[in-house]
Each structure stands twice: as structure tokens, then as C-alpha cells.
């Protein structure tokens, strides 16, 4: 039997915690008949910062395995008492926690299975390199102390819960509202991807459908125009001849169905848009930052992420009040109300046609109210004290409270408050009341239009190019737009021309980001990076929020209204 030596010195090990006790170094037990090769082995393992103990035959180990723990066993596979694969099993359940290395000089695909199905960790075949084993023996301690330290973690947290009055109730609570903040963070990072992925399309799809719609009119009437003019000049027939078939799309009729068209896909691509910020919404629950908010938008979010629920179940009633904003994490804020419209809806039974679900907001003092009720099966009086416990069921059939649950410690976690009314058979009423917090101003009316003259120079950094041709088109009247498709054509740009009144710069691109470019202006040209407002798809990460935080430059959102873009851009220019 060989052994090859090569790589016998490797980094120091990590020791692992095992039962009741710390090894350090950690321990081996080599069950080995081949004595060459279990010297060799405890030799380099020892060099290599390792405690070693060495038996022949698969009886002494077991009865070594009885008297203490081991962190990793190499057993050779063929012992002179009996295999090692049967060996596995009670070593297995004396210690699961050990590594278990199986050694052999005859492999087989069947006994690889077997012995990895028996809870062996790893497989090494002979001859084998001690660089080899090495790697292997420092992988599985590393696999090993990750469980022990988990294993450690959650029999704490198991003796925390036990000290409280129902253990058992509070480990089960603890586990779904675990499963819940998974389930949000999942569905918020798939919902910023897909809002990022959408956002640019959109973007320019939107803004091109919108130049398109304000210059599609003029066209109109020049070519009705023309059409006139060639059949007054000459005979109706002979303008027939000219136009051929193409004639058709010269009616009155048709080229006012052009701009009806263009309409249609414009609304349908602003639907789009709402999507997208209802997206973004989602992804925004676990994100801890509050910011001014209004209720009527983040219900109607929710009211729209909530429309397959209620649209089969029942009518859906709006009587929205003018309230004030209030400061708050709208992510959040929605998901409770979707929560909330979801349970409303999933209490409802029969004919949508005879259902209600009607949704109010109003302000009462200092306080913002909301109000959702429906018309479905209602709870009972003795179960209304219970509706927001975790475990039972409330309107909307069993599980629904976990819903509420969440929903009554987002609206607490702003200062308000959440109660219910309801009547068995008559439909259920929830109230929220949140507080309006002092300081929350209205927001700013639009700016008035600059002032005619000469167009102020816009440079645009976007590596979508055309997401930049489609703002440059969208902008060309009013100002003198250069369109760039990365931040190094940014970077060598603005080393020789800084003549800009803005900089609009993607946030997040390949090879020089937004935020590389903006640093370098702030080492560079100081007065040059206090230009840059910051577009982006909104697909934020902790580098891009910490850095948003630090610096003080604007930052919009795609897709956003080019009204709105223009009007912020006459503003800034002025400045």
C-alpha cells in the first residue's frame, strides 16, 4: 500500500465543538489494519496539528467510540473483524455528529452509494495523495463545526422558549414568523428583480410611445394636408394612381385610428408602470426607512396586488378622503393592508354580484383612519378577542390570522392601533388608525417652465442605449441632450467637457458604476459632481443605500413621468 506524501504541511486546523466537551486540536481515530499506512497517516496528521489515535480492527474502535468522541474517523473499509460499512452504522449512531472518512483500495460505484447512503461523509480511494486527505479532513471539520455551532444555537434558543409560559406555542410562532420574513424577503427580491428587469423596456418604451403620441397629431394633419392639396391640384383619380394602395392609410378615419392607437398602448404601458412601483413597494418591505407617504396610494397598491382575491368574490367600493401623508415604510404599510383585503376577501362566499368589500379612508384629530369591511361570513363574538393571535383562524378560514398577526404588529410598529367589528353571517369591519406625525409637509407644487432662450446642455450616462435615446428624444425641445452608454465614456468625456447644466447618470452599470463616476468628480471636479442626479431601476443593494445616504444628490426612480422629469430638470437648470 502507498502513500503519497506531497502536501503534507496544511494550514493549522479549526477545532470543533463536540459533546460536552472542546478538542482542540482536533481529535482522529484511524481504524486501519495496514500499519504502514496508519502510521503514515497519524504522522502527517500530527505535523499537521491533529491528535490521532490508531486501532487494527473494527471492535477496538467501537469500544474507543464508547469511551469518547472523536471529530473525524477514517475507517478503512475491509477490517480483519468485520467491514467498515458495518461498523459505520453504530459509530453513526454513537456519535453523529463525527465525520466519518471511509478509506479503500477497492472501489465500486455500489459500495461509494452505500457507504455515503450509511451517513459516511466523504470517500477517499488507495492510493491516495495526503494533500487529498488533508482537504478532505478540513472540509468536514469546517461542515462539522457549522452544525455543532447551529446545533449550540438552537438548543439556546430551545432553552429560552422553554422559560416562557406555553414553550411549545411561542416555538411554533417563532418558526412561522420566520418562514413569513423568508417568504417576504423572497418575494421582495424577486419583485425588485423583476421591477428592474421591466423598468428599462418600459422606460423607453413608454417615453417614445409619448413623444410619439405629441408629434403623431402634427403628422396627421400635414399628411390630410397634403392629401387635399395633390387632389385639388389635380383630379381625385389621378391621386388615387399616385397613393396606390397605400390610399387607405390617407382616410380621415384611419389616420385617426393611428392616434387612437397610440393612446391605447400608452395607457396600457402606464399600467405597466404602476405594476412596476407596486413592485418595488413589495421589495421595499425589509427595508427599514420610513419616508412620507400617502394612504390612498399605498392601498391602492395593495388594492392591486390584492385584485384576484376580490374581483370573482365581490364588488369593491373606494371612498378615499383627503387625508394627510404620514412617515412611513410604504413596503410594509402595504403589505398589511394586502393582508388585510386579502382576509376580507377569503371570508366571502357566493354570488360576487350580492358581496361588498368597501375600503375608506378619512382623518379624525391627528389621525388617519382606515377602514375595510365586507359583507362575508363574519366571526364569532366569543372568537373576536382571538382574530390576531397567530394560531387561529380568523375571517378568512383557518391560517388567515397569521396575516392579521403581522398586520397588527406593522400598523404598532408605526404608534397605531387596529381594531374589529363583527357579526356572524353580516361581514367584518377592521379599523386602523395611524397617527399623523408632525412635519410632514405636502408635497411641492411643480415648478413653473424656465424661461425661453438657449437650450441648456444634458448629459445622459446610461448603459441602456435606448433607454438614453429615448430621454434624449423626449427632451430634445428643450434641451441639448448627449447621450453616453457607459461610465468610462462618462469618465473621458467629462475630463475635456464639463459644460453641462445636469448630469443624469445610471446609478448601477457594468465596469465604472454611477457611484465610480461621482467619487472620481468628487477627487476631480467638485463642483461638477453636485450636477449628477442619480437614475436607476430601483433594484438597491446595502453598497448603493449607504452611498444614496452619504451623498446628497437626487435620485429618481425608472420608470418616471417625463412631465415630472422635465419640470425637475427647468427647476435644477434654474438653480
Request: aromatic share 4%; with cysteine; hydrophobic share 40%.
Amino acid at each position: 500500500m502507498t502513500v503519497d506524501r506531497e502536501g503534507d504541511q496544511g494550514e493549522q486546523p479549526r477545532g470543533a465543538r463536540g459533546p460536552g466537551e472542546t478538542p482542540d486540536p482536533p481529535s482522529i481515530l484511524i481504524v486501519e489494519d495496514d500499519d504502514i499506512v496508519s502510521r503514515t497517516l497519524s504522522s502527517i496528521l500530527e505535523r499537521n496539528g491533529y491528535s490521532t489515535e490508531v486501532v487494527g480492527a473494527g471492535k477496538p474502535a467501537l469500544a474507543r467510540a464508547e469511551a469518547r468522541f472523536y471529530n473525524v474517523i477514517l475507517l478503512d473499509i475491509r477490517l480483519p473483524d468485520m467491514e467498515g460499512l458495518e461498523l459505520l452504522r453504530p459509530l453513526r449512531a454513537r456519535h453523529p455528529e463525527a465525520c466519518v472518512i471511509m478509506l479503500t483500495a477497492h472501489a465500486s460505484t455500489d459500495s461509494a452509494i452505500r457507504a455515503l447512503n450509511e451517513g459516511a461523509s466523504a470517500y477517499i480511494i488507495k492510493p491516495f495523495r495526503m494533500e487529498h486527505v488533508l482537504a478532505t479532513v478540513r472540509d468536514c471539520l469546517e461542515r462539522q463545526r457549522l452544525v455543532l455551532e447551529n446545533r449550540l444555537l438552537y438548543q439556546q434558543a430551545e432553552r429560552e422558549l422553554a422559560m416562557r409560559r406555553d414553550a411549545e406555542q411561542e416555538r411554533e410562532k417563532l418558526r412561522q414568523q420566520l418562514y413569513q420574513a423568508d417568504r417576504l424577503a423572497t418575494v421582495g427580491t424577486l419583485a425588485a428583480g423583476v421591477a428592474q428587469e421591466i423598468g428599462n423596456p418600459l422606460s423607453y418604451l413608454l417615453y417614445n410611445l409619448e413623444s410619439l403620441a405629441q408629434d403623431l397629431p402634427v403628422v396627421v394633419r400635414v399628411i390630410e394636408r397634403l392629401v387635399r392639396e395633390v387632389s385639388r391640384l389635380d383630379s381625385t383619380e389621378a391621386c388615387a394612381r399616385l397613393l396606390g394602395e397605400s390610399r387607405r392609410v390617407t382616410r380621415p378615419d384611419v389616420l385617426e385610428d393611428l392616434v387612437s392607437r397610440t393612446d391605447e398602448a400608452i395607457e396600457g404601458a402606464r399600467q405597466l408602470r404602476e405594476i412596476v412601483k407596486d413592485l418595488k413597494r413589495l421589495a421595499r418591505v425589509q427595508e427599514e426607512r420610513n419616508v412620507t407617504v400617502s394612504i390612498n396610494q399605498v392601498l391602492e397598491s395593495a388594492l392591486t396586488m390584492a385584485y384576484n382575491e376580490v374581483r370573482y368574490r365581490a364588488r369593491l367600493v373606494k371612498d378615499f378622503g383627503d387625508v394627510p401623508a404620514i412617515l412611513a415604510n410604504d413596503g410594509r404599510l402595504s403589505q398589511a393592508f394586502l393582508d388585510l383585503l386579502v382576509n376580507a376577501a377569503r371570508s366571502i362566499e357566493g354570488d360576487s354580484t350580492k358581496n361588498e368589500i368597501r375600503v375608506r379612508t378619512w382623518t379624525e384629530g391627528q389621525e388617519v383612519v382606515v377602514e375595510i369591511s365586507d359583507t362575508g361570513r363574519g366571526i364569532p363574538v366569543e372568537n373576536l378577542h382571538q382574530v390576531f393571535d397567530p394560531f387561529n383562524a380568523g375571517p378568512g378560514g383557518p391560517g388567515s390570522s397569521l396575516g392579521l398577526s403581522i398586520s397588527e404588529s406593522i400598523i404598532g410598529s408605526y404608534g397605531g392601533s387596529i381594531d374589529v367589528e363583527s357579526k356572524q353571517g353580516q361581514g367584518t369591519r377592521f379599523r386602523v388608525r395611524l397617527p399623523v406625525t408632525n412635519g410632514v409637509a405636502a408635497a411641492p407644487a411643480p415648478p413653473e417652465p424656465a424661461a425661453a432662450g438657449d437650450r441648456p446642455r444634458l448629459l445622459m450616462i446610461d448603459d441602456e442605449p435606448n433607454f438614453g435615446a429615448a430621454i434624449k428624444r423626449a427632451l430634445m425641445d428643450e434641451f441639448d441632450v448627449v447621450v453616453l452608454t457607459s461610465g468610462e465614456e462618462g469618465k473621458r468625456h467629462l475630463a475635456d467637457d464639463t459644460d453641462f447644466g445636469l448630469i443624469l447618470c445610471d446609478l448601477l452599470m457594468p465596469g465604472v458604476s454611477g457611484m465610480d463616476l461621482h467619487t472620481w468628480l468628487e477627487a476631480e471636479r467638485p463642483e461638477v459632481a453636485r450636477k449628477v442626479v442619480f437614475i436607476t431601476g430601483g433594484a438597491f443593494t446595502r453598497e448603493t443605500r449607504s452611498f444614496l445616504k452619504r451623498v446628497s444628490n437626487l435620485h429618481l426612480e425608472k420608470p418616471f413621468e417625463l412631465d415630472y422629469l422635465r419640470s425637475l430638470l427647468r427647476e435644477l437648470v434654474r438653480r
